[in-house]
Nanobody, 124 residues
């Protein structure tokens, strides 16, 4: 059974940091491009970042560029999203997702596998 599990969310003050992890089971993350999305209450799901299967190229939304860093550890079958300089507007449920492609996209419907999400709350 293919499964993604996120962890690392929590409550942090503005300016703080969190490290989100996405662990895969039942399949090898190395064969997939991985995206991170977030959804705040009453808002649309928003693309945050993604990493290509091929070459490990990373992409970031303008809202998080320079503050978030995405990386992958193929040995641990894990993708990590480091969140720094957090702002209250970063508050959301964060989801990792996998797509079986050498490139990643910013469209959530392109991703076939999803985790259950992890809550990030940033207080002002």
């Amino acid at each position: 059974q293919l499964q993604l599990v996120e962890s690392g969310g929590g409550l942090v003050q503005a300016g703080g940091s969190l490290r989100l992890s996405c662990v895969a089971s039942g399949f090898t993350l190395e064969s997939y491009s991985i995206g991170w999305f977030r959804q705040a209450p009453g808002k649309e799901r928003e693309w945050v970042s993604c990493i290509w299967r091929s070459g490990g190229l990373t992409e970031y939304a303008d809202a998080v560029k320079g503050r978030f860093t995405l990386s992958r550890d193929n040995v641990k079958n894990t993708v990590t999203l480091q969140l720094n300089s957090l702002k209250p507007e970063d508050t959301a449920i964060y989801y990792c997702a996998a797509m079986q492609s050498w490139y990643c996209t910013r469209t959530w419907t392109d991703y076939g596998y999803w985790g259950q999400g992890t809550q990030v709350t940033v207080s002002s």
